[in-house]
């Protein structure tokens, strides 16, 4: 049975907040890692993220902020571009059968794509290779951001409606070139990739998947732990 807490809790309940980009990365690559950093607060060292991928970052939502996405290519979504950088905080999804935890979502969402409707999708800008290998592993990440979205943990958290589409704008650089001036530009593919997502199947997967395994014994690490 699927439950998602709203008002009754255990006096021993407490509440884990996820974040959302562990479940691209983390869970994926170690259960035993996070079930460390989410019982006992023992992290990974961080990934030391390259300054350049920040400037891209930044640069990109500069360009796209509050501007009709199909204004830059006609395959591109008819929509706006807003929000970018906004935290977003859910209401708790519990288990019955797992009285002591429940699981809040908390993170920044890259952007929406506001729709004429007033429909949102959730999405989110990548530089990295246009695969769907690379880029499948990010759809339980932004799910969680539709979830809180629709589900913010108070009636003062940020909340807007949310279609059942998210999606990944990527850019996959595969060119240099630098003038005599002595300007460089880097340059490739930027493609927009859409997704569907089912909150009945992600409130599933938080409640049958990530509560047992952080309610229950520690799972044996990897080698590659």
Known sequence: MIHISYTERSKTMKTIFLSPSDLAFLYQESTWGFYQKYTSNIKRPPVIIPKVFTTIDVLTKMTFSNKNMASFDKSFPD?????????????????????????????????????????????DFKTCEISESTLSKY??????????????????????????????????????????????????????IEYSWDEEDFVKFISEKIIPLLAGKEPMPTEKD
């Open 79 to 123: 929509g706006l571009l807003v929000d970018a950088d906004k935290w977003v905080k859910s209401k708790p999804i519990s288990n019955p059968d797992f009285p002591d935890i429940e699981i809040s979502v908390r993170g920044k969402i890259d952007g929406l794509l506001r729709f004429s409707d007033n429909t949102h999708s959730v999405i």
């Open 139 to 192: 759809i339980r990440q932004l799910s969680c951001y539709g979830y809180a979205l629709r589900h913010p943990n108070s009636s003062a958290g940020y909340s807007v409606s949310v279609n059942e589409k998210i999606g990944l704008f990527v850019f996959q650089p595969n060119s240099f070139d630098m003038n005599e001036s002595g300007k460089a530009n880097l340059s490739g593919d930027f493609k927009y």
